[in-house]
């Protein structure tokens, strides 16, 4: 079934061939970071741009960054390649537009761990991403889930646009979250997501834990329970804590917003940090929704709720984008410490393909 993908063009091969200039959209770290891969199969940027706002005679990599209207009067015909990460509707419709009127990629790069999804890496893992492909638990899943590979092998923003859903619509027609609901969230970030879960219950809940690593955001989590109320609420419980497997220390890099993470890089700015599992913090107490996001340690996050995820049979809303094999370890890793749940596949609007998520239900849920 998934064989066929192996025959599609990589944005890689499409951008190494081409007799058209190659000009980028975005600067700053998505931009070096793709970059990176450029130097590794010998690509070359022409020019750099911007939008317009954000264009003040600045330079990146020793290029003037422009203009669109300045690359269109220079060139008749170019290539864009897209370097950053955007989830508001006029930026990312603006991004399709521009599909439209050019040949536009936007690069599959991992945001953590180092395997590139090419057609090599899927050819290697076929197996596996076909075993996954199996669990899905409806066509729109499995739709998803092909279209999903076709758009990491060649960087086709049209695959993305197919594979997004709203993220309402997972509570509505999935999740189906209640009154009494005990919530873990792994990755809380500055308290959006307990918000949001909040809205979803109408404020009613049994208990929430939650755990964010960086100490800016932990801050800010905190704070955004005072304001709404939940300061002093004894069922709620948020912690300074990595999500992990064991209580352990882990160097972590603060990158100053949702994206900080636990970090082997060497060279990177990173500190230690208190970590622990679920099944440290709950105990033997009930949960029955877990949100994972973190950051490319959702591996080690789901093996420290193990014991949690056997006793209670929690729904779960799974990230599954930060790793290239996240697509199929995740699912096949969950499913042999727990055999029985339903996965649903979802994407919710983002270029590129982040977001990713899979709803997983216990059989009677």
Known sequence: MLEELLTLPTCWERLQQSKKPIVMYGMGNGADHILSYFDRFGIEVSEFFASDRFVRGHSFHGKRVKKLSEIQEQYGDFV???????????TMAYIHGLAQQYELYAPDVPVAGENLFDRAFLRAHLAEAEKAYTLLADEESRRVYRELLAYKITGDVGYLKSTESPRQAA????????????????????????????RQTGGKFSAIWAMEPDEKN??????????????????????????????????????????????????????????????????????????????GSEKEAILGSANTIRRHKPRLMLSAYHRSEDLWALPLQLERICPGYRFYLRRFPYIPAWEINYICLWEDQ
């Open 218 to 295: 932990h801050r800010k989590a905190l704070a955004r329970m005072q304001a709404l109320g939940l300061g002093e609420d004894p069922r709620v419980d948020i912690r300074n804590l990595a999500a992990w497997e064991e209580k352990t220390l882990l160097q972590f890099a603060a990158k100053a917003g949702r994206n900080s993470a636990v970090s082997a890089q060497k060279a990177e700015k990173v500190r230690n940090i208190p970590a622990d599992s679920v099944d440290d913090l709950v105990g033997k107490e009930k949960v029955s929704y877990i949100k994972m996001d973190v950051e």
């Open 171 to 198: 509570f509505d027609q999935l999740l189906r979250l209640g009154k009494e609901e005990s919530y873990v969230d792994l990755g809380a970030y500055n308290g959006d997501t307990v918000e949001e879960f909040l």
């Open 80 to 90: 864009i390649v897209t370097a950053f990460a955007v989830q508001d509707e006029p």
